[in-house]
């Protein structure tokens, strides 16, 4: 089990096996918007033409197979609101049109669900005995409120899936390397996970830098789940691969997690 690259034509997305639904986490490339947004930027609130956006969800279809008018999208506010959606919830390509949540889950086959990141960590979520799936932003706010362990649970109660068919895979996000902090969000972090989550956390002078990925990765066991996947890829080390909010700051695209209930890998 591994996280991987796969292409299609100029687009490059990372996979992996563990999860068997059609799915994605995309990077900066392969896309048609320009300049300080090029190329795949799939956020309409960054300044770019809005045809760039559309262009680039039909691209991402066309490599996923899946039909862009299908997706659900998440009005992000770091929160720790898990949404339950279909395919007909879908209000087109700008995320601000949608209610606030940072976590989406359906069993509504054809529903293609998207969460947005530039340094937070992106979660894929996969059912493989109903094939529910869902889709989580987890910022260090997001993780403090286990947002990844509310929406697999979400997963259960809407769908009765089973902890144990729940398979995950955590995407590339700002990594331990880079993640400087100042002593709330340990505090944060601590006061929900207790003392165990300090295993996660390196201090160097002065600075507290917590494993996100590692993080979320315990939140999802303390939910039940045991086959998880975890990126390597830190979006602060590779900015020419990834957009990051940290060494782009505001002037910059934004990623996409997606996954698409009741399909298999093209």
């Known amino acids: ?22 799915h994605g986490f ?3 490339l392969g896309g048609v918007s320009a300049g ?6 799939l956020g309409a609130n960054r300044g770019d033409d809005f045809s760039n956006v559309m262009e680039n969800y039909r691209i991402l279809g066309k490599a996923l197979n ?10 992000q506010t770091h929160s ?13 390509f700008d995320h601000r049109h949608y209610p606030e949540c940072d976590a989406l889950i359906t069993n509504d086959p054809g529903a293609a669900l998207v969460v947005f990141t530039a340094d937070c960590t992106p979660i894929l979520l996969w059912d493989s005995k109903t094939g529910a799936v869902g889709a989580v932003h987890a910022g260090w706010r997001g993780t403090a409120q286990n947002i ?13 899936c089973d902890p144990a068919n729940i398979r995950a ?59 998880i996947d975890i990126s390597a890829h830190c979006t602060m080390c590779q900015p020419d691969r990834f957009w990051s909010h940290r060494v782009h700051g505001p002037d910059r695209g934004s990623q996409g997690a997606i996954i698409i209930c009741g399909e298999g890998m093209p």
């Open 36 to 41: 300080s947004l090029g190329s795949l930027n």
């Open 1 to 22: 089990m591994a996280i991987k690259t796969k292409t299609f034509g100029t687009l490059e997305y990372l996979v992996t096996d563990i999860i068997g639904a059609k």
């Open 26 to 28: 995309t990077t900066r």
């Open 66 to 75: 899946f039909d862009p008018l299908n997706t659900v999208l998440t009005r």
């Open 80 to 92: 720790d609101i898990v949404r339950c959606v279909t395919k007909h919830h879908h209000m087109g």
């Open 148 to 160: 990844a362990g509310k929406a697999a649970a979400a997963m259960c109660r809407e769908f009765g």
């Open 169 to 227: 895979a955590i995407g590339p996000n700002i990594g331990q390397c880079c993640f400087a902090t100042d002593e709330e969000v340990p505090h944060a972090l601590t006061e929900t996970y207790g003392s165990t989550v300090r295993l996660y956390i390196q201090e160097k002078n002065g600075k507290y830098y917590p494993d996100l990925k590692k993080i979320n990765c315990l939140a999802l066991q303390n939910a039940g789940l045991t086959h």
